[in-house]
């Protein structure tokens, strides 16, 4: 049993955290990270279930439509437009950077546009989303995706209505979106 | 006063708990398969528990009738008693989890059953079905389910036509056998579980599943239902009769063929 | 008017109309109120619920089985999400964590307000489900297809959509809230408020919500595939379903792919609540003591132990569920392995009121029930995870009686113990004392009753999920005595709680004015004003902390405890070298 010494024990000693008396971790964005840690769990779900699925035996393959290299080539202008969007701002010169990130709001509803003529494509093929595993992914995949995106795009429009505060966030969070986008088409580009 | 009272009670939840142990109006039902070895292992876990249970209620109780009045003492770790109790914890869950995993070990590598039946699930019956002569369960296809052929046999392979199926049961096992039973659902999942054989196992629509058991018991048992599958999953019982080999036998000659029953 | 502070942090100013105050408020403080408030309301739902379930137990033909499954679902959802999961984090989070980290409001003040919002719609969408054609889901809270979607299950069609919707906008929710706990937790500690410094309260919140934002996304995949499959028809979990002679368009779907991502999300739900459970007692345990903390460090990282296994032991759900056997053995061995940082936790709370100075306030009496149930759900926890003795006891009463020991007991008295704690900060009133001593008694002795000897039905083999036990041959005359004495008891214990009910709202006006310390706790909360002002610590800086939060009978001290952010000049005694 524990027994009470002459000279107390010391309590634990401080650790971790913060420099200046500040107490919190020098670590900017530390919020858009927790949000991004949330989402990896979402699509990292989403993947484990898709390959699963691509295992049983009644998986058909879909076609690609090569709508969605346009698509992800308008992604990755949209992130490189934001970005330095973001360089700029975050440069003081918010005038030079409304443009860029203007720019990439533009190029990623440009995306999301093209998602939705091809998803028009595969449903004119008679790609329904019942009857077809590989569709039904395919449709669940890239709305959620979607979704996220929209979800950026109404983020960066409010930071452009608050004179860029959180434009550098913003400008991750694209960046985010298009790594998910690039893993999620490699993956259905291989099934 | 109100402090004896609560160490009271702690200790009395401690009696009480020993008592319904010890005096078992609610027990295991008579075992009836070869699986006595969870009835051990769940024995070991009771006294290894309500050894805890017993320590920590009395330690609680010892703990606020004699600690009234203070001061406390200032403790704020012990690393030593500390590592003792956590290499002693491990050891408790070594002591469980060894025998535990050593007899799933034979229920997950069955041998050499001698039997297979199949065990049909649907809302909200049990089916069976029992190779025939051939010791062959014969093809079955869910495009070919329907209220007459419940498990979608196909009339046209023989290994099918002399299946004996028998809808809503009983089940009928012969003694001493390992039987493999393979589970089957047609619409929702279901589990069929008889509390004397102890084990358990889903029914799964688009998938079959298997458990296996010797049955060490003449007699008549009821099936369950383990797995809530609807309104009537409460009455989704069945009946299972263990007989003698030889009244197996005889009765499984005896019954008409899948053939007969399709009409073909 | 900004108020000092240490970070870069904004609150804006107060708040000067009753619906900025009260309704459409920012401020943690009132957060923590309305989600307290909401659950609570949705909880006594709940509670009504499991009186209708009782009663057809005890009294066979009360309810129909339609009836009886929509309670059962209901009672069951309501309580793990909407009670329990938000009242710990959404309640006490908000509550607790700026206040005890010396922090004006929460990181994300318009987001936390939305948190709450989002939440009620979720509980409003859940409620609306009793108004619907064909009435709530009966599915079962773990909601499992084919079953759920089809007919054969109530509320196949209207109110499995419903549920699913409101589960999605919780976890929106919870999502927005977690946000701000992990990141005030990680970027708005006062100055000298070191991550070994915090209470276990917050590390428990902390550890918690980090968990949420792991977890909860798959139960979102899940919802959303579910959803497809019920309006769209795709095939996500349906296989070829042949149910009353007819075919359903279904096909090549895995029932088990929603049990894994259902129990990847629902194991670890299990701990998002246990855990600030458990961080709320070690405040309670030592607080009520007058004793440190028995061995914060390795408190800490038990919980951070059992959170990171939590997350690989979830297939011990599905022990009989058909999936690969072999999986068994391992998810067997995590399972078992988890117990022993909750073990460590459990001796280290007997080790803090050992030699400690036991006050039998009102809230240690239920952090000692907290420990009494707790204890005996997690050792039943030992029988269900070790894989083969699961399979006589998966889906009986012996399940039932481990659960609620650990979530509908431990966890509940723990928020009880935690609200008779907190509420004279949160107030300026004290609860009274005796109808808490009796809300005491009723609640522990009453729900020992209740789940004991539900075990021993367990062992007996009688299976959960149904209504009547009519027509099992293997069940005794006594087992539905039995029934009839649990459901007798089970009424007066919900009885019982309306004596709480009635405390929390008369104390708010008529109880004894509180002291801003009422407790002499050495936590900042207790270092605020009571109740704290908007942005907590008034025009002043925030406390400075200066060492630990357990600091009760400092040896060769006057006082019996020190506050975290007394002065190490002014605390003198000549105690002060070695303490950090």
């Known amino acids: 049993m524990p027994r009470v010494g002459e000279k107390p024990p010391a309590p634990p000693q401080g650790l971790g955290g913060g420099g200046g008396g500040k107490e919190g971790f020098p670590l900017p964005h530390t919020g858009l990270l927790v949000l991004l840690a949330a989402l990896t769990s979402l699509f990292a779900a989403l993947v484990s279930a898709y390959v699963v699925r691509m295992g049983l035996p009644d998986w058909r393959s879909l076609p690609k439509p090569p709508l969605l290299w346009l698509n992800t080539l308008l992604l990755l202008l949209a992130s490189l437009a934001l970005e330095r969007g973001a360089r700029l701002w975050e440069g003081g010169a918010l005038r030079e950077a409304r443009p860029w990130a203007r720019a990439g709001g533009a190029l990623g509803l440009g995306f999301l546009a093209g998602q939705l003529l091809a998803w028009r494509l595969l449903l004119g093929a008679g790609y329904a989303p019942a009857g077809n595993p590989a569709g039904a992914f395919f449709y669940l995949v890239t709305g959620l995706h979607g979704l996220h995106l929209l979800g950026g795009g109404v983020a960066l429009a409010w930071a452009l209505a608050r004179d860029g505060r959180g434009l550098r966030a913003c400008a991750w969070y694209w960046h985010y979106l298009l790594g998910v986008w690039l893993l999620l088409f490699a993956l259905l580009l291989g099934s | ?264 | 008017m900004e108020l000092p502070g240490y970070h870069d942090h904004r609150i804006g100013p107060e708040p000067r109309s009753f619906w900025t105050r009260y309704v459409f408020s920012q401020d943690h403080k009132v957060i923590a109120l309305q989600y307290t408030v909401t659950a609570l309301l949705v909880g006594a739902i709940g509670m009504v619920l499991s009186w209708a379930m009782r009663l057809e137990l005890a009294f066979p033909g009360t309810l129909d089985p339609g009836r009886y499954y929509q309670a059962m679902t209901l009672h069951g959802m309501i309580m793990v999400i909407y009670l329990l999961t938000a009242l710990l984090l959404g309640g006490f989070g908000n509550f607790l964590i700026p206040l005890m980290l010396g922090a004006r409001d929460m990181a994300y003040p318009f987001v936390n307000m939305l948190s709450y919002w989002v939440y009620l719609l979720s509980v409003l969408v859940l409620l609306a489900s009793f108004f619907v054609p064909g009435g709530p889901t009966g599915a079962g809270w773990t909601l499992y297809p084919p079953q759920a979607i089809t007919r054969g299950t109530p509320g196949y069609d209207w109110g499995i959509l419903l549920m699913l919707v409101s589960l999605l906008l919780f976890i929106v929710a919870a999502t927005m809230g977690g946000l701000n706990y992990v990141t005030t937790v990680l970027q708005l500690r006062t100055k000298g408020m070191t991550l070994m410094r915090m209470p276990l309260a917050v590390w428990g919140i902390f550890v918690a919500s980090v968990m949420a934002l792991l977890a909860f996304p798959a139960l979102f995949v899940g919802c959303v595939m579910m959803l497809l499959d019920r309006t769209l028809h795709t095939s996500f979990f349906m296989p070829a379903v042949i149910q009353f002679g007819q075919r359903l368009p279904y096909e090549g779907g895995s029932p088990l792919l929603w049990q894994h991502l259902f129990w990847y999300f629902g194991h670890p739900e299990v701990y998002i609540v246990i855990l600030p459970a458990m961080g709320l007692i070690s405040e309670l345990v030592s607080v009520h003591a007058r004793k440190p903390i028995f061995g914060y460090r390795a408190m800490v990282l038990s919980l951070v132990a059992i959170a990171a296994i939590s997350f690989v032991v979830w297939a011990h759900h599905m022990y009989t569920s058909g999936m690969n056997p072999y999986f068994g053995f391992f998810f067997a061995t995590t399972t078992l392995i988890v117990a022993i940082p909750s073990a460590i936790k459990t001796y280290n709370w007997l080790l803090t009121l050992w030699r400690g100075k036991v006050q039998l306030t009102v809230p240690l009496l239920f952090a000692i029930a907290f420990l009494n149930t707790f204890v005996v759900g997690g050792l039943t926890g030992l029988f269900l995870g070790n894989v083969i003795v699961d399979f006589p006891l998966q889906d009986t009463y012996f399940v039932v009686a481990h659960f609620h020991m650990v979530m509908g007991v431990a966890a509940i008295v723990a928020i009880f113990g935690g609200i008779y704690h907190w509420y004279p900060k949160a107030t300026g009133r004290m609860l009274n004392e005796t109808l808490g001593r009796l809300h005491f008694w009723a609640t522990f002795v009453g729900t020992y009753l209740i789940f004991f000897p539900m075990h021993f039905l367990g062992l007996l083999g009688m299976p959960r999920r149904y209504p009547t036990f009519e027509g099992l041959t293997f069940v005794p005359p006594s087992a539905h005595a039995l029934n009839e004495f649990i459901t007798a008891v089970a009424l007066l214990v919900g009885l019982s709680q309306l004596l709480f009910g009635f405390n929390l709202v008369y104390s708010y006006f008529r109880g004894a004015r509180a002291p801003d310390n009422p407790w002499r706790a050495a936590t900042l909360e207790w270092q605020a004003p009571t109740p704290p002002p908007h942005g907590n610590w008034g025009p002043e800086p925030p406390p400075v902390v200066y060492r630990w939060a357990y600091e009760y009978s400092p040896p060769g001290f006057p006082e019996d405890f020190i506050p975290q952010n007394a002065p190490p000049v002014l605390a003198g005694g000549g105690a002060e070298e070695g303490y950090a």
């Not at chain 2, 799933?104 to 199949?118: D, I, S």
Request: hydrophobic residues 50%; glycine residues 8%; aromatic residues 10%.
């Open chain 2, 1 to 264: 006063m109100q402090r004896a009272l609560l160490a009271a009670t702690l200790v009395l939840m401690v009696v009480g708990a020993f008592a319904l142990a010890l005096l078992r109006p609610w027990w295991f039902t008579p075992l009836a398969s070869n699986w006595g070895s969870i009835d051990g292992i769940i024995l070991l876990s009771l006294v290894l528990t309500g050894l805890a249970y017993a320590g920590v209620n009395l330690f609680l109780a010892y703990s606020l009738a004699r600690y009234a009045k203070g001061p406390a003492q200032y403790i704020p770790d012990d690393p030593l008693l500390e590592r003792r109790l956590f290499w002693f914890t491990a050891l408790g869950i070594a002591v469980l989890l060894a025998p535990g995993l050593y007899f799933y070990a034979h229920l997950v590598r069955p041998p050499q059953p001698k039997l297979t039946v199949e065990v049909l699930g649907q809302q909200w019956l049990w089916s069976y079905r029992y190779p025939g002569p051939d010791g062959k369960l014969g093809a079955t296809d869910t495009a070919r389910v329907s209220p007459a052929n419940p498990f979608g046999l196909d009339p046209k392979d023989p290994a099918a036509r002399d299946d004996v199926v028998v809808v809503g049961g009983p089940l009928r096992l012969p003694l001493g056998m390992p039987v493999q039973l393979l589970l089957r659902a047609n619409d929702v999942i279901h589990a069929f579980y008889v509390p004397e054989f102890r084990i358990k196992m889903d029914a799964v629509p688009g998938m079959v599943t298997r458990i296996w058991l010797t049955p060490t018991r003449l007699g008549a048992f009821q099936a369950v239902c383990a797995e809530y599958c609807g309104l009537g999953h409460a009455r989704m019982l069945g009946q299972v009769l263990v007989v003698s080999p030889q009244e197996f036998q005889a009765w499984l000659e005896a019954q008409p063929r899948a053939a007969q029953a399709l009409g073909q």
